[in-house]
């Protein structure tokens, strides 16, 4: 909410036009327009009768990284599912509120949601390379997923790799099974995939906590390589992690009832000067 | 390892590890030991019972048994056997022809009704529908016969037809003189039919356990549904589904009374698929049974163990594509 923009969106209604032709005319990844990022409106969300998520409003401009903080159970996954249109995917799952890309609602009746999804990439907790395809064919597969044309694969694959801080390690063995790499290795290369199909928006669910201090670190670096060409939003639990790599920090509570956002703030504040007592007792460490 | 045999002197070799288990669990151990050894004894002891009743028919015919077609007893006036010819070819022909014919009509549609079922069917609709499927498992197969023979029939016939009339110059769809009725085609329709639950509940089963981290992989990089299932599921469970289908293409081949009231049943090979003339062991066997002579018996059985060293073989080559194709999509 601190740097919420109430002009944004008439802003952005007034400019499809020029965005348009800026993505027409830059297909490399990461080249694409950066948009004007990403923003939640009121966002609610159930699974069923439970509601996980209570009237969360958070921007994420462009060029940023956000990091979402907070204990178990707060509903900060969740939250950042509603922001590319997984949350969908779980039977019983609800939302109300909008996530607007670009000044658009991504939930209204006749979106294209492969569409979404395109622009609003999403790198999972655990790794999830296709075991059946090769490294080379991992990161080509959004392409194929999404039916998408690009003549120059070789050199899509290898920019999307050295991106990811990968291409070094596997540039001789493209046509190993992605399985054969390390965890580390696996969500880079899963990062290089996400990357493959030049989303505007990366959501990153918990990207390290099933990875080692080493891999850890490169993915951090990745990540702030990368927060240069694209929005990208971060669900940690490790707070030395949130603030190493966000500009911005948003920390989430479920007190008894359902998820809220309590507060947000430029990451030095959330960490030095909290204004909400509960964030203090938190990233202090005195829970959670 | 320099440090350590500094200390010790030498290396040591490795101990035995053993554990002492609980009665309990020997009981236990005892018991599910004995239930996974009963399928193999029960399926050895009806090999034996099968060699023992067959031996000496085997022994007669030799390789003619599965060689030739005759299926001939003589008897004199006094009802004394004077002669006799045993041969089982065209059945043989005619068990794996129904079989493949089955297999080829069920598996196309059990994978889309599992695709169906576990992809885009609403809950509601789902549970009804899988009911549905295993009911069908469970219908006794004369029934099926008496369908296929009286309901099934004049359509399939039409069909039998519009395939000949089309797709006539490929050899096995040739008929003449033109009897399409009871053909080894309408009887693998029937087969299909009878295949298509076991197929479809196997297939869903594997589709079920599709890992659900790779399906979201493919989600969030903006696959349609279609895509998802192609490039995630459909690799995923193809191991499954060849042993789904493998194991309908047993029950296929083994499928006795459906066949029997469906098929024309004739002692001459007939790879002409739509023409109104066929076989199938398990079959001749229930044509033969209730009025053969102890000697022709023998010979039943020993068709019996045929059929039973095709099922074995057919099931042991399926294993073999199964291992083959099954871990590629894991």
């Known amino acids: ?288 | 390892m320099t440090t350590l045999e500094s200390q010790a002197g030498r290396i040591p070799s490795p101990r035995e590890i053993t554990t002492e288990p609980r009665f309990s669990d020997k009981v236990f151990r005892g018991v599910v030991t004995a239930g996974g050894l009963s399928s193999l004894v029960i399926l050895g002891l009806i090999a034996i019972f099968l060699g023992y009743q067959g031996f000496e028919i085997l022994a007669k015919e030799g390789i003619s048994f599965i060689t030739t077609s005759e299926w001939v007893v003589e008897v004199d006036s006094f009802g004394a056997i004077t002669n006799t010819t045993f041969g089982l070819a065209a059945m043989l022909v005619g068990t794996i022809l129904c079989a493949i014919i089955a297999v080829v009509i069920a598996v196309p549609i059990s994978v889309s009704a599992a695709i169906f079922l576990s992809f885009y069917a609403p809950n509601s609709l789902k549970k009804v529908l899988v009911s549905v499927i295993d009911l069908m498992a469970a219908f006794p197969s004369i029934l099926f016969g008496f369908w296929g023979l009286f309901v099934l029939m004049p359509s399939a016939e039409y069909w039998a037809k519009l395939i000949n009339k089309y797709l006539g110059f490929i050899p096995i769809f040739e008929v003449e003189p033109r009897i399409f009725t009871r053909s080894p085609f309408i009887a693998g329709v029937v087969l299909a039919i009878m295949i298509i639950p076991i197929v479809t509940s196997i297939s869903r089963e594997v589709f079920s356990q599709t890992p659900l981290d790779r399906i979201q992989a493919a989600y969030a990089l903006g696959a349609t549904r279609w895509n998802v299932i192609r490039t995630v599921a459909l690799p995923y469970a193809r191991g499954g589904i060849v042993g789904g289908s493998m194991l309908g293409l047993g029950r296929a081949m083994g499928e006795t009374v459906a066949v029997y009231t469906v098929l024309n049943i004739v002692y001459q090979i007939n790879w002409n698929v739509l023409f109104g003339a066929g076989g199938n062991v398990a079959s001749l066997i229930l044509l033969k049974f209730g009025e053969a002579q102890p000697y022709e018996i023998k010979a039943l059985m020993a068709a019996g163990l045929v059929l039973f060293m095709l099922t074995l073989l057919v099931n042991f080559l399926a294993d073999q594509v199964i291992t083959r194709s099954g871990t590629k999509g894991r």
């Open chain 1, 1 to 288: 909410m601190t740097f919420e923009n109430p002009d944004k969106k008439e802003k952005a209604m007034a400019t499809p036009s020029s965005l348009a032709s800026v993505a027409a005319n830059t297909r490399k990844p990461g080249t694409n327009t950066l948009g004007i990022g990403l923003e939640a409106r009121g966002v609610h969300a159930w699974f069923g009768k439970h509601h996980a998520l209570s009237n969360v409003s958070l921007d994420f401009p462009a060029g940023t990284v956000t990091a979402l903080i907070g204990p178990s159970g707060c509903g900060k996954s969740t939250f950042i599912r509603t922001l590319n249109r997984m949350h969908e995917f779980i039977p019983g799952a609800a939302m109300a509120g909008e996530v607007l890309l670009d000044g658009k609602d991504i939930y209204e009746p006749g979106t294209d949601v492969t569409k979404i999804r395109l622009k609003i990439g999403m790198v999972f907790q655990k790794p999830n390379p296709f075991p059946s395809m090769t490294i080379g064919e991992n990161v080509l597969s959004g392409l194929k997923l999404a039916q998408l044309k690009n003549s120059n694969k070789d050199e899509l694959l290898e920019e999307c790799l050295v991106r990811a801080g990968l291409w070094n390690e596997v540039k001789d063995r493209l046509n190993a099974h992605g399985g054969s790499l390390s965890g580390g290795q696996q969500q880079r290369l899963c990062i290089a995939r996400a990357l493959a199909v030049n989303p505007q928006v990366l959501l990153m669910d918990e990207p390290c906590s099933a990875l080692d201090p080493g891999s850890t670190l490169r993915i951090e670096e990745t990540i702030k390589e990368l927060s240069e060409t694209m929005t990208i939003v971060i669900v940690t639990h490790n707070m030395q992690q949130a603030a190493r790599v966000s500009d911005f920090t948003a920390f989430f509570l479920a007190d008894g009832g359902p998820g809220e956002m309590i507060e947000t703030a430029p990451t030095s504040q959330i960490f030095s000067q909290p204004r909400d007592q509960r964030t203090e007792n938190y990233v202090t460490g005195r829970f959670g």
